[in-house]
């Protein structure tokens, strides 16, 4: 299991939460693809990671809209790399079909990435938020 349900703090708002829950599973199992080495599978897992981490970012940044979060613009740039660098492994992958890459991006930098994008933009956005459900 590359994350945690723990590894990921909770935030003060429950749609957040549930976002983080299902990236966090989505991302288990792709990792999982991965260190099997099943191309087929990793294919396939690859274009839900994709859906789950659009739908992520863009609720997020739909909800930061209607609240007129003071810090929406520095929210989405992190977003924004982020989504670059999916596009660029996807890139790759289509190319070379090396589960490697791969683990090497779930493992050095997306599972970091995540954690520290929680506890640094999350948290504070959903504070500002407060809970929408
Ligand atoms: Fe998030
Ligand atoms: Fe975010």
């Known amino acids: ?3 945690e349900s723990k590894d990921v703090q909770q935030v003060s708002n429950a749609m957040m939460n549930i976002l983080h829950e299902e990236e966090i599973e ?3 199992n792709f990792h999982d693809a991965v260190l099997a080495k099943d191309i087929k599978k990793i294919d396939e897992l690859f274009q839900v990671v994709l859906f789950d981490v659009e739908d992520h970012f863009t609720t997020e940044e739909d909800m930061m809209e209607e609240s007129n979060f003071y810090a ?3 929210h989405k740039s992190e977003h924004d790399t982020m989504r670059g660098k999916i596009k660029d492994l ?3 992958w ?3 079909k090396d589960p490697q890459a791969i683990q090497t991006f779930l493992e050095e930098e997306f599972k970091h990435w995540i954690v520290l994008h929680v ?3 999350d948290s504070e956005t959903a ?3 407060g809970d929408t459900m």
């Open 26 to 28: 989505i991302i288990n």
């Open 119 to 121: 506890a640094r933009w």
């Open 127 to 129: 504070m500002h938020i």
């Open 94 to 96: 289509n190319t070379n």
């Open 72 to 74: 929406m613009q520095m």
């Open 90 to 92: 996807l890139k790759e």
């Open 1 to 3: 299991m590359l994350i």
